[in-house]
């Protein structure tokens, strides 16, 4: 064979392989696990859909479990009159102690904003909510909704900029989700006796059915738990060079992203359990007097 040949056939081979690790596939990833049909995996693994009507809404959880990882997801969240609806997507572990990260989308009336609400559950205990309106309209087009975690942060992020960055504070006795793995779930469903203007506005079920979108999962950056109880992390960025490995498992913003993160936490935050002296008489969570505060 010439050799010209075996080196295209060699640059076809690795593209291949760049190609399969940078896109998710949902055949690959993802189980559909309740809503009769309403969830959907179309486009070759490319795109899935949830969908949500009078009778039921519909739900997805991950193949894998993760003790840390960097993890993406494009949503495009349900458009029009969402109001009533809920769009959640989170990660979980299993049992009455145990660790959740949340997104949560909650719909509202046609132009008016969607509110971004953010938890973290460690060792069965919420009560940390922060939420946030967003800077663009989360229905027009897909965005990039991604969890940091690794042993000393959980950072939110949307299309990149950070809105959250929940820190460990074990030093000062706040557990931090660290031992339990987690799988990724996501589903849609109707919350309309308090998602949009805390229940004032409910379902309006002639829309029906709302429908989800998502693609471009993305959790080539993580640590993952087998059934046997082990785990092996990856990072994409070891395909290039050996010495960045693993970088997003400690990771933490640098000065820029800092700043990003106050725009946002200035401009587009609505709610800060942090701030809420009303809600927490005997005083704020300890956390929130030290490192997350903001
Ligand atoms: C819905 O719109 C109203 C009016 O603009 C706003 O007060 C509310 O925060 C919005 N979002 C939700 C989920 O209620």
Redesign the pocket.
């Known amino acids: 064979m010439p050799s010209s040949s075996v080196s295209l056939m060699l640059m076809f081979a690795t593209t291949l392989l760049v190609v399969s690790s940078a896109a998710g596939n949902f055949y690959r990833d993802i189980d559909i696990t309740w809503g009769d049909g309403r969830g959907k995996i179309l486009n070759n693994g490319q795109l899935l859909t949830l969908s949500l009507d009078k009778a039921s809404g519909s739900g997805f959880q991950s193949k894998n479990q993760y003790l840390f990882g960097k993890i993406d997801m494009q949503l495009k969240l349900v458009p029009g009159n969402s109001a009533g609806t809920v769009t959640a997507y989170y990660l979980s572990s299993q049992g009455p102690t145990h660790d959740e990260i949340d997104f949560e989308f909650?719909?509202?009336?046609s132009g008016?904003?969607?509110?971004l609400h953010t938890n973290v559950f460690s060792q069965g205990k919420g009560n940390r909510e922060q939420q946030f309106y967003l800077w663009f309209d989360p229905t027009a087009d897909f965005h990039t909704y991604s969890i940091l975690w690794n042993p000393q942060r959980i950072i939110f992020s949307v299309d990149g900029t950070p809105i959250r960055d929940f820190k460990n504070s074990e030093s000062i006795g706040v557990p931090f989700p660290k031992n339990q793995p987690m799988r990724i779930y996501s589903s849609l469903w109707n919350a309309d006796d308090w998602?949009?203007?805390g229940g004032l506005v409910k379902t309006d079920w002639t829309h029906a059915p709302f429908t989800a979108s998502y693609q471009n999962f993305n959790a080539d950056d993580a640590c993952v738990v087998w059934s046997s109880g082990a785990s092996s992390c990856a990072s994409s960025s070891s395909q290039s060079s050996s010495s960045n490995n693993n970088v997003w498992l400690s990771q933490e913003l640098d000065s820029t992203n800092q700043d990003r993160m106050n725009w946002v936490q200035k401009n587009y935050m609505?709610y800060n359990y942090c701030t809420d002296t009303n809600r927490f008489p005997q005083g704020l969570p300890p956390e929130c007097t030290t490192t997350n505060l903001s």
């Open positions: 909650l719909g509202n009336l008016n904003p969607y509110i998602a949009t203007r609505i």
